[in-house]
Structures are given as C-alpha cells and as structure tokens.
C-alpha cells in the first residue's frame, strides 16, 4: 500500500462526491440571476408604491385643468391653498377626532393584548390553548360578518356616535393579531430572567412591569406601529358606527369617512386638489411614523426567530 504524504500548504483537488475543479460553478450563475430578478421585483414594487404618492402630493399642488393634463407634471405655482380649503372644509376636524380616539385605543389595545399574551405564553393552566385559539380565531374572521350584531350591541350599550364606543370595538378588532404577534415574543424571552425575579420576591405584576415588558420593547413597538397603521386606516367600523342619529347629534366622523365627505361636499363642481390635499394631510402622519420606526420594526419582527 503506497501512502501519498502532502505538504502543509498543498490544496487537494478532491471534491466531495467527485467533482472536478471546474465543476460546481453553476451555483455562482444560479444565486447572481435570483439576485438580479429579486432586486429588480423589488425596485418595481417600490415604483408602483412611490409614483401613487407622488401623484398624490404634486395634485395638491396644481389646479384641475393641470391635474388633467398631466400626471407627474412639475405644477407651475407652489402653493398652499388646497390645504387651506380642505382644512376648513373639515379635515381638521376628522384629524382631531381619529387623533382622540387613536390616544385611547392603541395604548388600551397594547396594554390588554400584552397581559393576555404574557399570561397565555408563561402560565400553563386548563384551557390556555383553547383560550389562545379563541383569541387567535378572530382574525380569521371578516369584519363584515360581525358588523350587524355589532351595530345592535353597541346601540343597546348607547355608544353609537361615541368616541368610547369606537375605542371598545377598535381595542376589540385589534386584539387577536396584537396576542398572536406577542404571545410569539413572550415566548422566546429567556426563562432565567423570569425565575431570577421569582427567586427575589418579585409579584407577577411586578416581573411583568418592570421585567418582562421592556424585554419585549422591539415587539410592542412592531405591533403597536401596525395597530396604529390598521386603526388609523379603518373605514368599515367608523362608517357604521359613528354616523349621527339624530338631528341634533354632532359629527364626529374620522379621517376616512372625512375624506369621503369631502368629496360629497364637492357635488358637481370639481376641486380635485382640494381632495388630493385631504388624502395628503390623512398619508403623510403615517408615513412619517413608519420611516421614523422602520429600524424597530424590523428589529421586533427578526428578534424572534434569532434568539
């Protein structure tokens, strides 16, 4: 038997199952097109996203005869006026109120589904699956197949028109995804923190205050952007339930059903940048929210799956 004795540095030509040098390159090609197709979906998409907004903001901009003429066309006088129309029509006011009512509900929607979820992911009891299920189930559930009872119930409770009416079924709509988001992170939180507070007399209330909720800071701040985003665009629940009953009853439309109202207000004349303005005003807050916490939000959604 002969033994082929190599020098420290010498590479081997040997290749795991037999293949040569030149084999294998295949893959470089194979990874470089997906990039390439991966990279150009995405600049698509962010183009069928940005030209909308774009579009959005030179019309409030222009007059009628420019927003018909042309698209994306620079306007040819910069000014503010189709603001001021659109304010005083009204938006501000259906600013104020989803602004009232978004105060209460995201921080009630935050603080209850964190408790549930914390209590459904830490404390094995008798029916803590059924109870999560439960929970779970409601977001596969359409709105519409709950708005009739749903209109009853809140009219027998004498809270159609109300801003705490809203915020009971907003807090309500919002729960099974903020339970199903966190009861995930609760569970990839590390147990030898929690049994370290145990060891030191900490209460439940205490370790869930003071330990485990800020642990679970990237995932309040990810779900709380998205219960911000789907209750500040909610149109189904507001048209339904804040509508006035009788003719003394305020207004207190939100922001979606404001933009509809407005364009109600126009009848036959037309005042396009007026409209385009309201949508502005009601797109830039979110947009401004989203950006500023792009970083947490990514952070909350990938922590989970690197611990």
Known sequence: MTTVIKAPGERSDERAGGAGPGQGSGGGSDGTALNVFSHGFLALWAVLIVLPLVWLALG?????????????????????????????????????????????????????????????????????RVVYYFFVSGAMFPVFLALVPLFFMVKRLDMLNTYQGLILVYVAYSMPFTVFFMHSFFRTLPTAVHEAAV?????????????????????????????????????????????????????RYMLTQGLIQLQYQMGYETDLPVLFAGVTIAMVPMLVVYLSFQRQIQAGLTSSTLK
């Open 60 to 128: 409030s901009f222009k007059t009628d005869s420019e927003i018909g003429s042309s698209a994306l066309s620079r306007p040819s006088n910069w000014h503010l006026d189709a603001f001021a129309r659109a304010w005083d029509k009204g938006i501000g006011d259906y600013f104020a109120h989803t602004l009232i009512v978004m105060a209460f509900s995201v921080p009630l929607t935050m603080l209850l589904g964190s408790m549930a979820a914390y209590v459904l992911a830490r404390y094995p009891f008798p029916g803590n």
């Open 199 to 251: 060891i030191d007399g900490a209460s439940d209330t205490r370790i869930f205050f003071r330990v485990m909720l800020p642990m679970a800071k990237p995932g309040l701040i990810s779900v709380g952007i998205f219960n911000v985003l789907g209750q500040w665009n909610q149109y189904i629940l507001p048209s339904v339930l804040m509508q006035p009953q009788t003719g003394s009853d305020p207004e």
